[in-house]
C-alpha cells in the first residue's frame, strides 16, 4: 500500500484518540460531581420527609440562595441557557463557580420543600466542569462548542441513567429541528461513560415498570396521538406559566433575593393549607405511583403549579424531574378515557411531556426505551413527536435556536426568548 494512502486512511485516528481523552475527563468530571449531588440530594428529601416544619424555612433558603446569586453569581444566573448561548455565540469560558453555586441552591430548595427537580443542576455542573479544559489544554475554539455540549450530555445521562438519551439530548437541545453531527462522538462517550462512573460509585436510578403493552392496532395508534397532543399543551403549559411567574416576580419584586422570599412563603402557605405534600421536592413516590396505581386526576396540576410557583420565584434545581411527574400522573389520568393501560400512558406521559417542553423528541424516544424497554417505543415515539409538534414554538430553555420551524416561518436561528418582540414587531408592521 503506497504510503500516502496509509496516512490518509489513518487520518482519523488522532481526531479519535483526543476525544476519546478529552471525552473521558468530561466524563470523570462530570459523573463525579452527579454522584456527589444525587447522595446530598437524597439526603436532603429524606431529612425534608422527615421534617415536614422545614417548609417554613423556604422563603429563608431563598433568600440566601437569591443573596448568594446575587453577590456572587450573576454571571452564571442564567444557568442552562448560558450553556446554550456560550455553545452559540462563544463569548467567554463558564465560571467554575456555576457547579458550586447551583448545587447549593438545589440541595437548599430539596432540603425545605421546593418543587423542582435535578437535571438543571447536573447539566450546569457538567457543563462548567466541562468548560474549564480550556483554560487548562491547548484547544482550538471550534472544540469549546463540543467540549459543553459532551458536558451537558455527561450530566444529563449520570442524573437519570439513561446514557443513549444523554447522548443525544446534548446534541438535540442546542436548536429546534436540528443536530449537531460534529459532536456525537464526545458526547456519546461522555454520556456513557458518566453513567457507568455514576454506578461505580453506587448510584442508583429509579426503575419504572411497564408489565404489559398491548399490540398495536389503528385505536392504539389514533390514542397514543391523542395522548400526545394533551401532553404537548401541558408541556406548553409548564413552559409558559413557569415563564409568566418568573416575569412577573421581576417585574414587582425589584431586589432579587426577595423574589425566592416571597415565592417561598407563597409555596409554604399553600403547602399549609393545601393537602399537598405529593407536589412537594422530587414527587419520586407519587411519580412511581403513576405506574403502579390509579391517582387523583388532578395531580399533574398541582404539580404543574407548585414548581412554575418554585421555579418561577427563582429556586434553583431543574424541570425535568417534576416535568416526569406531570406527564406520568397525567398519562395515569388519561388512561380510562383512551383505554389504554396506565402503566404505557403513564410511561408515554413521562417522555412525551419532557419531549414537549424540552423540544427533544429524539432524546424522549431513546429515554423512553432505556426507561420502558424497546416493546413501548412505538406508543413512546407517537407520542413524543406529537407533543413536539403540539407544544409550539416554546420550551424551558429560552436560549435554544429555531433551526427549522415546527410550522409556519420563522427567522433562522432566532431565540425562543426573542420570539414575542419579533411577533409584535411583524403584527406592528402590517397594514390596518
Not at 450553556?83 to 430539596?110: F, S
Not at 416561518?409 to 426568548?417: D, F, T, Y
Amino acid at each position: 500500500m503506497p504510503y500516502t494512502q496509509l496516512i490518509r486512511r489513518l487520518a482519523p485516528l488522532p481526531h479519535l484518540g483526543k476525544w476519546l481523552l478529552l471525552s473521558g475527563i468530561v466524563a470523570a468530571l462530570a459523573g463525579c460531581a452527579s454522584a456527589f449531588f444525587l447522595l446530598a440530594l437524597d439526603w436532603a428529601s429524606r431529612w425534608r420527609l422527615a421534617h415536614p416544619a422545614a417548609i417554613w424555612l423556604l422563603p429563608v433558603a431563598g433568600f440566601a440562595v437569591g443573596w448568594l446569586y446575587l453577590r456572587f453569581g450573576r454571571e452564571v444566573e442564567a444557568g442552562n441557557n448560558l450553556l446554550l448561548d456560550e455553545i452559540h455565540d462563544p463569548r467567554r469560558i463558564i465560571p467554575l463557580r456555576m457547579a458550586p453555586l447551583v448545587l447549593a441552591g438545589t440541595i437548599a430548595t430539596h432540603l425545605c420543600g421546593g418543587s423542582a427537580g435535578r437535571e438543571g443542576t447536573a447539566v450546569q455542573m457538567g457543563g462548567a466542569l466541562a468548560d474549564q479544559l480550556n483554560r487548562w489544554l491547548p484547544l482550538r475554539p471550534a472544540d469549546r462548542g463540543i467540549l459543553l455540549s459532551a458536558g451537558i450530555s455527561a450530566g444529563f445521562a449520570s442524573v437519570f441513567g439513561t446514557p443513549l438519551a444523554g447522548a443525544v439530548f446534548g446534541l438535540e437541545v442546542l436548536a429546534i429541528g436540528q443536530l449537531r453531527y460534529d459532536a456525537i462522538l464526545p458526547c456519546l462517550l461522555a454520556a456513557v461513560a458518566a453513567d457507568r462512573l455514576g454506578l461505580a460509585l453506587g448510584i442508583q436510578h429509579s426503575h419504572y415498570a411497564i408489565p404489559f403493552v398491548p399490540p398495536l392496532n389503528a385505536w392504539n395508534m389514533l390514542a397514543a396521538v391523542l395522548a400526545g397532543v394533551a401532553f404537548g399543551l401541558v408541556a406548553r403549559l409548564f413552559s409558559s406559566a413557569t415563564h409568566a411567574v418568573g416575569g412577573a416576580f421581576k417585574r414587582f419584586i425589584r431586589y432579587a433575593p426577595l423574589r425566592p422570599l416571597a415565592g417561598g412563603a407563597m409555596v409554604a402557605a399553600a403547602a399549609s393549607l393545601l393537602p399537598a405534600d405529593a407536589y412537594l421536592g422530587l414527587g419520586l413516590p407519587t411519580l412511581a405511583a403513576a405506574f403502579q396505581q390509579p391517582l387523583p386526576s388532578y395531580d399533574f396540576a398541582g404539580k404543574l403549579a407548585f414548581t412554575a410557583l418554585t421555579l418561577g420565584a427563582g429556586f434553583k434545581g431543574g424541570e425535568v424531574t417534576p416535568l416526569f411527574y406531570i406527564g406520568a400522573t397525567l398519562g395515569n389520568a388519561l388512561a380510562p378515557l383512551l383505554q389504554l393501560p396506565f402503566p404505557l400512558l403513564a410511561g408515554m406521559g413521562l417522555a412525551a411531556v419532557f419531549a414537549g417542553a424540552a423540544n427533544t423528541p429524539l432524546a424522549s424516544t431513546v429515554m423512553a426505551m432505556e426507561l420502558f424497554g424497546p416493546e413501548a417505543g412505538v406508543y413512546a415515539a407517537l407520542a413524543c413527536v406529537v407533543s413536539y409538534l403540539c407544544s409550539g414554538h416554546a420550551g424551558i430553555y429560552r436560549a435554544q435556536r429555531v433551526a427549522q420551524a415546527k410550522h409556519g416561518a420563522l427567522p433562522a436561528q432566532i431565540r425562543l426568548a426573542d420570539l414575542p418582540a419579533w411577533r409584535a414587531a411583524r403584527s406592528s408592521a402590517r397594514p390596518d
